[in-house]
């Protein structure tokens, strides 16, 4: 069900490790399932609560320009292995 699928990790968190610890526990699983993890790029975001509206609308131009070059560089890998 899951073995060979690409999958990518991004976190948020209003504190300052930017998820990183959870992205890492993560990874044995996706071995387990036999899925393909990219590690192109690395996306934590730390002070999320300054970064996102109440709604979870993204506000800072930075992040989101990061998130614009994660999911470019993560759709390429997905669309290589197709």
Partial sequence: MFGG???ALMGA???GMGTVHAQTAWL????????QP??????????????????GRLLDEQIRE?????????VAFVQRRS
């Fill in 5 to 7: 699928r690409p999958v």
């Fill in 13 to 15: 968190t209003p504190g």
């Fill in 28 to 35: 044995p699983l996706f071995r387990t399932l036999g899925m």
């Fill in 38 to 55: 990219w590690f192109g790029t690395m996306l934590y975001v730390s002070g999320a609560d300054k970064v996102f509206d109440a709604s």
């Fill in 66 to 74: 990061r998130l614009r070059i994660y999911m470019t560089g993560f």
